[in-house]
């Protein structure tokens, strides 16, 4: 059993694909720190950013689809701002009894809760293009390129490179729990043991899966320093960005600033 | 397989951007800070099992259990990460591990990466490191300090995270603090609870199999009277600003100050535009309308994009 589909790059041969991993991983962060700094209740502009994003789904080629499906991941922690709509003050939209409390819907309060529930779907959107169109050892030539330090830079590497094998491992370890009725996803069946039993058994699997793992850092360090390793990863001088990629870099910063503007003078002008 | 989503981990949109700033520099200094001292205290042969107990971490939270129903219990790692390599090595391991959910699987934001940073990689850490350390010495080198101390590490690390992660909620004003508080303690008391049953689980197998990796942490590493400081001021602030917190219904006046303030920094920015704004956009809900034909247009456009530049790749073959 392999795990390959813990990657979530998908392979196409899309303009976005095609697009530095450099300028891609400073574009979407922008446009995430656009998204943030977009005041609440700037509809328009949550628009703009949403079709903004949609769009480079649609030259990513991986699918919208495929996108919107994934960023339903974030939908339960929506439930954190849901309070919102009953506690911040402001003209009553409806209210109604739940047991005792009396809650009261306001309207800047409800306004407030699905801004931050659309700032959230249409960042979450942003990073999942992010990862679906670049390997991941591109982000590492990019993370050494905003200057995350290089042996932070080699642990990512390292632990992606055996990412796979681990949970390879881990799944190798689930199905010999399963095999030997320690564990059961089906609903009906009854899992064995004792509450305080299953949670040993599992915590044997996750013991055995670091003592395995620690034993094979030390083969893999073994191997490194048959190969030449002192200390240092070294990695080939990244190459340089081509004009196109500078293009597109500038031109989608200057996009996410318009935005920004934008949606500061719609709620300038809509305070006064 | 399910990879399970612990509530723990903040998406984007969530935290304002002057708490996601103020994360990302702590966590840049404590993580700046943890890399001097793990190239300073230990061998090259660091990166190999830094990275490979990452990835273990990693996948180890797969390992899941049956709570009941349809619940189950699954592992963070904070703790044991801490215990088997000592509180420098383990925030970078964290680091790593949280940096990953949120780079590849978006579990958690980017521009939230730096807060979950804080919360799990230096808060989980830092309090997994003490409680341990604080039982080991109770128990004077007893085996039941190294169970006893592995439970309360698990369960003491998830719970001031799962605090510390409500408060910075509450400080957003993405939640209001007298529910997310307690909240995100109440479900974290129990979610801690599986947490610290799997990390004695794995202690008391690696005890058994390898128990030369349990007194890694322990060995010449002093804890420094800079590093206690630290964590109990950490530790204080977090224990008052908490209930203060959740004792105000009506939302931190902090958060207000905090609001104004920003106000205030942004205004020289309005002023760069005129009183009036553009003409034609001065209603809210024409530029609503406006922006979503704009959007639209864009959306469409870029789609006779694709299907051109496919029809163009396509067209030489046939």
């Known amino acids: 059993m392999h795990v390959h589909f813990l990657d979530p790059y998908i392979q196409a041969d899309s303009l976005v694909h095609r697009l530095d991993a450099r300028p891609k991983l400073v574009l979407a962060i922008a446009f995430i720190l656009t998204t943030a700094l977009t005041p609440n209740g700037a509809w328009a502009v949550f628009i703009l950013l949403l079709a903004l994003i949609l769009a480079v789904e649609l030259l990513s080629e991986i699918g919208v689809v495929y996108v919107l499906k994934r960023s339903m991941l974030a939908i339960p922690f929506v439930l954190a701002a849901f309070p919102l709509i009953f506690t911040v003050d402001g003209p009553a939209l409806f209210s109604f009894n739940l047991g005792a409390w009396e809650l009261t819907a306001s309207q800047p309060g409800l306004e407030r809760f699905v801004s931050i529930a659309l700032k959230s779907w249409i960042s979450v959107q942003a990073a999942i293009v992010l990862a679906s169109t670049t390997p991941f050892p591109d982000l590492l030539v990019a993370m050494r390129a905003v200057k995350v330090p290089r042996l932070l830079v080699s642990i990512f590497a390292l632990m992606w490179r055996y990412l796979f094998v681990l949970a390879d491992e881990t799944l190798r370890l689930m199905r010999a729990r399963a095999a030997r009725s320690g564990h059961s996803d089906s609903p009906g069946l009854k899992p064995g043991g004792s509450l305080a039993w299953r949670a040993q058994v599992t915590g044997g699997m996750a013991g055995s899966l670091f003592v395995r793992a620690i034993e094979r850092s030390d083969r893999i360090y073994m191997a490194m320093v048959s190969r030449g390793y002192d200390g240092e990863v070294r990695a080939a001088p990244s190459p340089r960005l081509g004009a196109t990629n500078w293009i597109i870099l500038a031109c989608g910063l200057a996009v996410l600033l318009l935005l920004l503007m934008f949606g500061l003078i719609l709620t300038y002008a809509s305070l006064h | ?318």
Do not use: C
């Not at chain 2, 981990?9 to 800070?33: R, T």
């Open chain 2, 1 to 318: 397989m399910h990879y399970s989503i612990a509530p723990m981990h903040i998406p984007d949109g969530f935290l304002s951007v002057f708490v996601s700033i103020l994360m990302w520099i702590a966590s840049i200094l404590v993580v700046s800070y943890a890399l001097r001292r793990v190239k300073a205290d230990l061998d090259e042969r660091q990166a190999p099992l830094m990275g490979v107990l990452a990835a273990a971490i990693f996948a180890g939270q797969m390992l899941n259990f049956v709570v009941a129903g349809g619940t189950s219990g699954h592992l963070m790692g904070a703790a044991i990460a801490t215990i088997l390599l000592g509180p420098w090595a383990a925030t970078l391991v964290m680091t790593t591990v949280v940096g990953v959910q949120a780079l590849i699987f978006q579990d958690g934001g980017l521009l939230a990466l730096g807060a979950n940073i804080f919360n799990m990689a230096v808060i989980g850490v830092t309090v997994a490191y003490f409680t341990y350390q604080t039982v080991q010495r109770l128990a004077g080198g007893k085996r039941w300090g190294i169970f006893v101390g592995g439970f309360l590490a698990a369960w003491l690390s998830i719970e001031i995270a799962a605090l510390a992660t409500g408060l910075e909620l509450a400080l957003s004003g993405t939640s209001p603090a007298n529910i997310a508080i307690p909240a995100m303690g109440g479900i974290h008391a129990i979610i801690g609870i599986g947490e610290g049953l799997i990390t004695v689980g794995a202690l008391a197998l690696i005890y058994a199999t390898r128990p030369d990796l349990l007194h890694a942490s322990e060995g010449p590493q002093k804890t420094e009277k800079l590093a206690i400081l630290v964590g109990l001021l950490l530790a204080l602030l977090l224990a008052i600003a908490s209930p203060l917190a959740s004792a105000r219904p009506d939302g931190l006046e902090w958060v207000a100050e905090q609001k104004g303030f920003l106000e205030a920094a942004q205004s020289p920015l309005y002023q760069i535009i005129p009183d009036y704004a553009f003409p034609g956009i001065s209603h809210q809900a024409a530029a609503t309308i406006l922006a979503g034909i704009l959007g639209t247009l864009f959306v469409f456009g870029v789609a006779l994009l694709v299907a051109y530049t496919r029809r163009k790749r396509q067209s030489p073959g046939s």
